[in-house]
């Protein structure tokens, strides 16, 4: 995935200094750079000879022109003094990308009562032209350079920025059509591509046996590395040499298929037909393409890979994603709840050094392929994108891990802060017993990048939507 890319321009207004925005212009950049986001900047330089944003429409014309032929993913428009309203607008209206509206705190007026920049006014100005044309944008309180909270709305621009371009550029390999039984997995692929633009590449079980096949019997480097992985990081004493070679090919076939079709995420239908077909269970495949960022979801949940990918977009994919039933209550614990499924946690969470590779122990077939570990719990966001009856919401909420008893396959124990609230948000809908969990706190980006997708609505529950917009402002810094 190509490096995200930030439109850079830095605002100011005739009547004000113009040396002060220029040193505001330097100020600004400096500190961006400061903090160590993998991201270029496309700035203005060589534009004019400021490289401030400060002309009429001609200018707009102009500078949209740049950033769309640098294709960046968001634009930046840092007020360095009052700022010019007009061109800001038409240059986000032309882009259609995420915009960041901000501005550095006014000095003091003066001796002689002039004052130099009258920042905090353009930018009442800014918001209320930027809303004549429709155009969606973030704000962040206007602060100083190095106050603690610029650096927060930076970053958290920068996360929700993130998912929107992954959001708006969405395609899912679905391998095999959904579980006969599982009605919950459902969803509507003419609604998705109409409303959000993501497409569904489908194959069939078949199509995913044939290649898996095909790669166990050659010595590709790509199965070789399968191989190594698996053996260097799980106990495979249950299962045979001939079970780790397919189920590595299948790694393989699976990820070569998603990068072919430029597929983001895969939801497979990871029983019962592939396990009679092919001998083995994709859980630890699965569990290997999630650790490189190829999040791949169970029982051809599609919904849950659009979540997968939102959530570790909102981590700058820096962080792996875990897919997980939300199962039963804790046994003491009224606010505990049980994070599982049968196998396909990523490896790197796993609190064992060497989780074990074992046959599956739900289905007769007993098919090996799973990988049974506990994971590591402490502060986490749990996510679901879901809809129905053509709306769609983004359920969110932060958990920690908690002690709990034994149980098989891949597992957490979490305390949330009100479960009984929790489980009549998830029942009454539009969401199901799936969840994406991350061990980062994304829930205010996810939060702002909602406003970014037109038919998303942002659905928190902990923490509310006024304590994220509080966060947004600086609280508790």
């Not at 017993?433 to 037109?454: D, F, K, R």
Request: hydrophobic share 40%; aromatic share 10%.
């Amino acid at each position: 995935m190509k490096k995200f890319k930030l439109g850079y321009a830095p605002t100011r207004r005739f009547t004000f200094s113009a040396e002060d925005a220029y040193k505001y212009k330097v100020l600004i950049r400096n500190k961006m750079e400061s903090f160590g986001l993998d991201m270029d900047i496309v700035d203005l330089e060589g534009m004019n000879e400021e490289g401030l944003l400060y002309d009429d429409h001609i200018q707009a014309d102009q500078i949209a022109e740049r950033f769309k032929r640098e294709n960046v993913d968001a634009v930046f428009f840092p007020h360095c003094n009052f700022g010019t309203e007009d061109t800001v607008a038409r240059v986000g209206k032309a882009l259609g990308k995420p915009v960041l509206l901000w501005g550095p705190r006014d000095e003091a007026p003066l001796e002689d009562g002039m004052r130099l920049r009258d920042t905090q006014c353009g930018l009442f100005a800014t918001g209320k032209v930027l809303r004549r044309f429709n155009v969606p944008f973030t704000y962040i309180t206007n602060s100083r350079v190095n106050d603690p909270v610029f650096e927060r709305g930076f970053t958290n621009f920068i996360s929700a920025a993130n998912v929107v371009r992954q959001f708006n550029k969405l395609r899912i390999l679905q391998i095999g059509p959904r579980p006969a039984s599982f009605w919950t997995m459902i969803c509507n692929e003419g609604e998705l591509l109409e409303r959000f633009g993501i497409e569904i590449h489908p194959i069939t079980l078949v199509d995913i046996q044939l290649a898996t096949k095909k790669i166990e019997k050659g010595n590709s480097s790509e199965l070789a590395a399968a191989i190594d992985y698996i053996k260097a990081h799980l106990d495979y004493s249950e299962v045979t040499e001939e079970d780790i070679r397919r189920i590595a090919a299948l790694k393989v076939a699976m990820k070569q298929y998603a990068v072919s079709t430029g597929c983001t995420a895969i939801a497979i239908q990871c029983w019962s037909s592939l396990q009679d077909a092919m001998g083995i269970m994709p859980c630890l495949a699965n569990a290997i393409l999630t650790d490189e960022q190829i999040p791949v979801t169970c029982e051809t949940d599609i919904h849950g890979a659009i979540t997968s990918v939102m959530v570790q977009a909102a981590a700058l994919n820096q962080v792996p994603t875990f897919f997980a039933d939300l199962t039963i209550r804790h046994p003491e614990n009224p606010n505990g709840e049980l994070l599982f499924h049968c196998g396909n946690f990523p490896v790197s969470l796993s609190v064992e050094d060497k989780p074990k590779l074992k046959k599956h122990f739900l289905f007769d077939s007993h098919a090996p392929g799973t990988h049974e570990s506990q994971i590591r719990g402490g502060n986490m966001t749990l996510a679901r994108f879901d809809g129905d009856h053509g709306e769609y919401q983004m359920f969110l909420g932060k958990a920690k891990g908690i002690e709990g008893p034994y149980t098989r396959g891949s597992w957490v124990w979490v305390e949330v802060n009100d479960w009984p609230l929790w489980e009549e948000k998830l029942v009454k809908g539009p969401y199901v017993h799936h969840a994406v969990g991350i061990h980062a706190n994304v829930i205010p980006s996810l939060y702002e990048a909602c406003q970014y997708i037109p038919g998303l609505k942002a659905d928190p529950v902990d923490p509310t939507e006024q304590e994220i917009q509080a966060w947004l402002r600086g609280s508790k810094l």
